[in-house]
């Protein structure tokens, strides 16, 4: 008999948990994607998403295909889908792991009632925590909302799963009324805004092995230093295969666990503890993609965004150099250096004023790694109305920012080519050019958008007001 395995953020064949249930029930596993954008609720997946998953989905189909199996692929209804492929095949069960996402967990608590209705067997796993978020909960029986008991209570009933190997073979089916190749998905851009993506990524498993690999070999030693400073690479850049599950994040832990000293491992799983944390609040407070956690910022006095004042974020023209450095990374490769993601979220939220929403729905439509617990908490974290957020005060002064994490101005350089002649002091702050050296910084803007000082005392007026 077969089994459905439904594939969808668990891009990967080690580690599988939906996979490993089927093979151990002795059923053949049939493995399944749909495409339905339409069932994501408000948060319809994003450009750059979609052109890492044709990616991903393809180097997933040609492991399957090594093997003896290929991904079948549909678009439409979820349940209709799998209702078809499971009377079409004589399926006997359809297993899936977890996506924590509240919409797409209650679609899915939905469809799993309706396919046991119809007599198959149904489980779901979790294949992309290290705990499930209803798995950690304060003294009091609460969610948490400050990140550091989270985290000791996750340390104290630490239990990771064993690691798992990719099956040598599996079988193959036939295809079934209504598959269509993976390019009928169009997810890939047109036109290819997205080639310039591809030096820096490889999406799939064997990608995020070697960038693991690669991780542990070259920066994991000097990690929990380093991990501030974009001008050096010393993160891991797993972000978007954790997001497609192309590795589980307990096989990240165990690989890494002989790699660096215990402290700089330490350092780097409490990293991966924050996306746990993400997740958790992401469950328990499943407004807080849309909404502020805390209400209090409700009343706040956003500056509504004329196109311009957007465009100019979006798009590295700011003035603030190392703003602009971010949002040119991003836009360029799909992804940015965290601490950056700080300042420029910082400077759009604090210093224009301009509601995080905004800048959320940017980095949701550019990033490659775009992931709705982690973002959501990322922006609300820095606008100062999430949980655990930082204190309102601590507006990020861009350039002493840069000049501490970015000291000879070398990420700056490297994303905003005008500012290349200039020295250290001026690729910081190129306002203070004197006006016989503007060749220094030709082609970059004179003054920035808005002034770093006045618009902080600004922030922190409307910050007064609200109470
Ligand atoms: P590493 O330093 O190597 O960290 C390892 C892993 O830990 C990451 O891959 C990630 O999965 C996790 N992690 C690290 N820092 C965080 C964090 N602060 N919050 C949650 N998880 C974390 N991360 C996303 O994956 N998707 C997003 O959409 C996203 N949006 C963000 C928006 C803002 C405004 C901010 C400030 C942060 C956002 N982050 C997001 C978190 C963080 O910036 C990225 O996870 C990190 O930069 C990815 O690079 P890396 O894999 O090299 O990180």
């Not at 799993?112 to 290290?130: C, K, P, Q, T």
């Not at 009928?184 to 036109?191: F, T």
């Not at 490659?368 to 990020?396: C, E, K, M």
């Amino acid at each position: 008999p077969t089994a459905l395995v439904w594939f969808r953020n668990d891009l990967r064949l080690r580690d599988h948990p939906a996979l490993q249930t089927a093979l151990k029930a002795g059923l053949a596993p049939m493995p399944v994607y749909i495409h339905a954008p339409h069932e994501e609720g408000g948060w319809l997946p994003g450009a750059a998403s979609d052109a890492w998953r044709h990616r991903a989905l393809a180097a997933l189909d040609a492991d399957l295909r090594q093997r003896g199996s290929r991904l079948h692929v549909f678009a439409g209804d979820s349940l209709a889908t799998l209702q078809a492929v499971a009377a079409a095949t004589g399926a006997a069960a359809v297993f899936w792991n977890r996506r924590h996402e509240p919409t797409i967990d209650a679609r899915d608590t939905s469809i799993r009632r309706e396919l046991r209705r119809d007599g198959l067997r149904v489980e779901a796993h979790n294949g992309s925590l290290l705990f499930e978020p209803w798995q950690l909960e304060t003294r009091a029986g609460d969610p948490f909302r400050v990140f550091t008991p989270f985290w000791k209570a996750a340390l104290s009933i630490w239990n990771l799963p064993p690691l798992q190997p990719a099956p040598d073979t599996l079988p193959g089916f036939d295809a079934v009324p209504g598959e269509i190749p993976l390019d009928a998905l169009r997810l890939q851009p047109v036109p290819r805004w997205d080639a310039g993506f591809w030096s820096s990524w490889r999406p799939g498993e064997h990608g995020a092995a070697s960038a693991l690999r690669a991780f542990a070999a070259e920066s994991l030693h000097d990690y929990r230093d380093g991990r501030d400073r974009p001008d050096q690479s010393l993160t891991s850049r797993l972000s978007p295969h954790l997001h497609f599950g192309e590795i589980a994040p307990w096989r990240v832990v165990a690989e890494l666990a002989n790699a660096g000293s215990p402290d700089q491992h330490a350092a780097y799983v409490r990293e991966l503890g924050w996306r746990e944390f993400a997740h958790h609040v992401l469950h328990h407070f499943p407004h807080t993609p849309d909404a502020n956690f805390n209400p209090r910022f409700d009343d706040f006095d956003w500056v509504e965004p004329t196109p311009a004042l957007l465009h100019a974020w979006q798009h590295g023209r700011t003035g603030v150099p190392i703003v602009d450095a971010g949002m040119r990374e991003l836009w360029a490769t799909g992804w940015m250096h965290n601490r950056v993601r700080m300042i420029v979220a910082s400077f759009l939220a604090k210093n224009m004023r301009i509601h995080w929403r905004h800048g959320a729905r940017w980095f949701w439509d550019t990033l490659v790694d775009a992931d709705l617990a982690n973002n959501s908490l990322g922006w609300q974290w820095v606008a100062g109305s999430g949980v655990d957020a930082a204190p309102y005060f601590r507006i990020f002064n861009p350039v002493l920012q840069a000049r501490r994490f970015d000291p000879r101005g070398e990420y700056i350089a490297r994303w905003v080519p005008e500012l290349r002649p200039a020295p250290a002091r001026l690729r910081h702050a190129p306002w203070e050019c004197a006006a016989d050296d503007r060749s220094l910084i030709s082609g970059y803007p004179t003054t920035p958008i808005v002034d770093p000082a006045g618009s902080r005392r600004e922030a922190l007026e409307a910050f007064a007001r609200l109470k």
